[in-house]
């Protein structure tokens, strides 16, 4: 809708068209803070600690934030002197079990686990933006559970995943498996790391054929590099 309006003054005339635009009202965006009747309809699995963790990971301000927060401390740290302490790497041990133990982020490596393909191919490695690793494969590759567990999930779902299958290990932790092409256990079934769970597709969003490894903490993501044996 347009309007015109006509300013006239003893030697001038002056004619403005103004055009009227109805302002659209912007999409509204999830809460940075949640409620816990939010993070519970959001998301089905894990405890209420985790799919907080969860959604604030996933919420696009939260990342905005972050994104920034580390670029400047990158400029800053670029100022700063190098000390001697800012080049010691982070130490190893070695336990009686052979376990490797890293004191950077005292986490011990699980003990019974294994990589869940015979052929180890890191195609992305877990980042803030991506809490998992993918496991580059050919589709129909078998995939075998990371630690014996119980499957609690075992479908497709409509987040990116497509075909996936969680799995309880306890005391809080669960790894996930995503992007499969077949599905070969069920909710509730008791899995070892002889178990033949499923095999490797692009089911959800997947650019090629891949396993897509998570391994969370009570619902906080871990590194599954830091976890699986070296």
Not at 114 to 137: M, R
Request: hydrophobic share 35%; charged share 20%.
């Amino acid at each position: 809708m347009s309007k015109k309006f006509r300013i006239e003054l003893p030697k001038f005339r002056l004619e403005l068209h103004a055009r009227l635009v109805k302002r659209r009202k912007p999409l509204l965006e999830d809460p940075i803070l949640p409620s816990a009747s939010l993070v519970k309809k959001k998301y089905r699995t894990g405890t209420l600690p985790g799919k907080i963790v969860r959604y604030l990971s996933e919420h696009k301000s939260v990342r905005k934030l972050f994104a920034a927060n580390m670029a400047a401390v990158v400029i800053a740290t670029t100022f700063l002197p190098v000390s001697q302490a800012t080049n010691v790497k982070a130490a190893e041990f070695t336990g009686q079990d052979g376990t490797v133990i890293q004191t950077q982020n005292n986490l011990e490596t699980q003990k019974g686990t294994q990589f869940p393909l015979s052929q180890i191919k890191i195609n992305q490695y877990f980042s803030f933006f991506h809490p998992g690793v993918d496991l580059g494969a050919k589709i129909g590759s078998i995939i075998k559970p990371v630690k014996s567990g119980i499957v609690i999930e075992a479908g497709y779902v409509t987040d990116g995943y497509g075909n996936t299958i969680l799995i309880d290990h306890g005391k809080g932790l669960t790894s996930r498996y995503a992007h499969l092409s077949k599905i070969e256990v069920t909710v509730g079934e008791r899995v070892t790391t002889d178990t033949e769970i499923g095999k490797v597709g692009v089911s959800g969003h997947s650019t090629g054929p891949h396993l897509h490894l998570e391994i969370r903490q009570n619902g906080f993501p871990l590194n599954p590099l830091t976890v699986l044996p070296r």
